[in-house]
T-cell receptor, first 110, second 114 residues
Framework: GIQVEQSPPDLILQEGANSTLRCNFS?????LQWFHQNPWGQLINLFY???GTKQNGRLSATTVATERYSLLYISSSQTTDSGVYFC????????????FGQGTRLTINP | ETGVTQSPTHLIKTRGQQVTLRCSSQ?????VSWYQQALGQGPQFIFQ???????GRGNFPPRFSGLQFPNYSSELNVNALELDDSALYLC?????????????FGSGTRLTVV
């Protein structure tokens, strides 16, 4: 099945710093999403971005489908940005299901 | 509009026992998907229900089963619990059967098997 790899696994930054999270996937996809898992366990959708670039406030994401990767940018980090960020894809072929990466744990220190 | 509610929030069971987890869909949503998230891992797809019928299943054994009710709430049942079943169980409801589209996730049930 499709493989989804996220890097780095852990990232520790000071408040105000910028960060880039990466997601590589091994096969073509028809859906790619970025999620933030809050401390209560709930997954919050940040972007639906199978291709192209989107921005929402301090967050932006870019997916280059032909090269099978996506990037999530967080600018001017705040302590509330802390948590685990997941990339999830739906492969073009095979079962219609979200396949998640292992996540990047982001810690923003004050 | 209400979100997705899961119950209970935490649960401790003994190996070999059976457990039922519950998920109330967001108002108007007719599709529910269940995911298992082991500690330090990403969620893994268990199955999806659409209008009371199973509409896709991941690589989980038959002792993982589910139901969806006419009001679109759902249950996940796990028989013969094993230690490796310890995990956060997440459900997501949506109006769209396509995986991931319009998902609203609940906060999960944390199951510990001892």
């Amino acid at each position: 099945g499709i493989q989804v790899e996220q890097s780095p696994p852990d990232l520790i930054l000071q408040e105000g710093a910028n960060s880039t999270l990466r997601c590589n996937f091994s096969d073509s996809v028809n859906n790619l999403q970025w999620f933030h898992q809050n401390p209560w366990g709930q997954l919050i959708n940040l972007f639906y971005i199978p291709s192209g670039t989107k921005q929402n406030g301090r967050l932006s994401a870019t997916t280059v489908a032909t090269e099978r990767y996506s990037l999530l940018y967080i600018s001017s980090s705040q302590t509330t940005d802390s948590g685990v960020y997941f990339c999830a894809v739906v492969p073009d072929q095979g079962a219609q299901k979200l396949v998640f990466g292992q996540g990047t744990r982001l810690t923003i220190n004050p | 509009e209400t979100g997705v509610t899961q119950s209970p929030t935490h649960l401790i069971k003994t190996r070999g026992q059976q457990v039922t987890l519950r998920c109330s869909s967001q108002s108007g949503h007719n599709t529910v998907s269940w995911y298992q998230q082991a500690l330090g891992q990403g969620p893994q797809f268990i199955f999806q229900y659409y209008r009371e019928e199973e509409n896709g299943r991941g690589n989980f054994p038959p002792r993982f089963s589910g139901l969806q009710f006419p009001n679109y709430s759902s249950e996940l049942n796990v028989n013969a619990l094993e230690l490796d079943d310890s995990a956060l169980y997440l459900c997501a409801s949506s109006l769209d059967r396509r995986a991931g589209y319009g998902y609203t996730f609940g906060s999960g049930t944390r199951l510990t098997v001892v």
